[in-house]
């Protein structure tokens, strides 16, 4: 790559004019050394990424591109810290009949864990970019029953008892030539994801006819852990605390705020939800037809709630993306996780409804 491209890298990120000149030559240098046997994904999409800081001339300020830049969009200093913070070692990488999946970045937290994965199938294989309408590619195949399934297990491979998804994001493959992908898992959880394992059957190319061609498959198994720390979260005083939903007053018992999401409890009056229900004009039971063809009676239960947001300084509301709950007669407890991380020293307070919960 000649000098030019490196520049036009460069212009992506704020840099002054010394400091360009200065990470270009060092680049120019760093292509000019020995060969590289296994080129990484990162060199052409971030070039910052060479050198994990780059001393700006002129300034007393240190750039450091991220590899998350990829899959959040670019972060800004606050949200690289948070991901800096809750990034903790990285699980080795996995081989398996000729295929290998390395990590090369990880972070999370008690609920919430971000994995971004090389991997790099058999020699001679060409993984070229998939439209992802008419044919994606798949972590998992079609035979679930033998094992083909992405998944979350426990260390002695039992099922975790907790709610959990598991969603991966292709990233941009700047060699659609060779035989490698990278992609990020995201793990969202109510419950913790400490020691968890995660297993990656292998990779599969799926058309929109649910058709699954397998590329490879072996045992990928990385444990979660690093980073995971529940003192990320930030207890929130609400005593007293209530809010108002269409069918009644809910009552907050708990509430914790992390960078990258917020759980939540509270509780309301069964009887008197459910009657402001009827009144309302929802019916109480309904008919529904069994698997037998019987026509059985099925209580249609209100479940009140009202939409919890976290306001920052500048007024912007930061939604919950994805979430999580479970609940009984009279009580509901919610996890509840944000689209990006959070630097959580521009929030103002919390917006239960249209009740202010402060944070300081």
Request: glycine fraction near 10%; charge should be negative; hydrophobic fraction near 45%.
């Amino acid at each position: 790559m000649d000098r030019n491209a490196y520049q036009s890298e460069l212009d992506q990120v704020q840099f002054t004019e010394a400091g360009r000149s200065a990470l270009t030559d060092a680049l120019m240098a760093e292509q000019a050394g020995p060969p590289v046997q296994h080129r990484s994904l990162w060199m052409k999409r971030g070039m910052a990424a060479v050198l994990a800081a780059v001393l700006l001339v002129g300034t007393a300020a240190a750039v450091t591109a991220s590899l998350w830049d990829s899959f959040f969009g670019r972060l800004d200093p606050g949200e690289q810290a948070v991901v800096d913070t809750l990034s903790g070692g990285l699980p080795g990488a996995v081989s398996a009949g000729g295929a290998m999946m390395t990590p090369m970045a990880a972070f999370g937290m008690d609920g919430a864990f971000y994995l971004m994965l090389e991997i790099q199938a058999p020699e001679g294989t060409v993984l070229p970019p998939l439209d992802g309408e008419n044919e994606t590619y798949q972590l998992f195949g079609d035979d679930i029953l033998n094992g083909e399934w992405l998944e979350l297990r426990e260390p002695d491979g039992g099922d975790p008892a907790i709610s959990y998804s598991t969603e991966f994001t292709w990233l941009e493959d700047p060699d659609p030539a060779d035989n490698t992908l990278t992609v990020v898992l995201s793990i969202l959880a109510d419950g913790d994801l400490e020691g968890k394992v995660l297993h990656i059957p292998g990779l599969w190319k799926q058309t929109d006819g649910k058709a699954y061609t397998e590329i490879f498959s072996g045992d990928f198994d990385f444990v979660l852990s690093g980073g995971l720390a529940e003192d990320s979260l930030l207890a929130v005083d609400v005593a007293g605390v209530t809010a108002q939903a269409p069918c009644g007053t809910l009552t907050m018992d708990r509430l914790k705020v992390s960078p990258l999401g917020l759980q939540w409890s509270y509780h309301y009056d069964e009887n008197a939800v459910q009657a402001a229900a009827a009144e309302n004009g929802r019916d109480a039971v309904a008919l529904v037809t069994a698997d037998s063809g019987e026509v059985v009676e099925f209580s249609d239960i209100a479940i009140p709630d009202t939409e919890l947001l976290l306001v920052l300084k500048d007024g912007t509301q930061v939604d919950v993306a994805s979430s999580f709950s479970k609940g009984g007669s009279g009580w509901m407890e919610q996890s509840g996780f944000f689209a990006r991380p959070v630097d959580l020293s521009q929030a103002d307070y919390l917006l239960w409804g249209e009740t202010e919960i402060p944070l300081h």
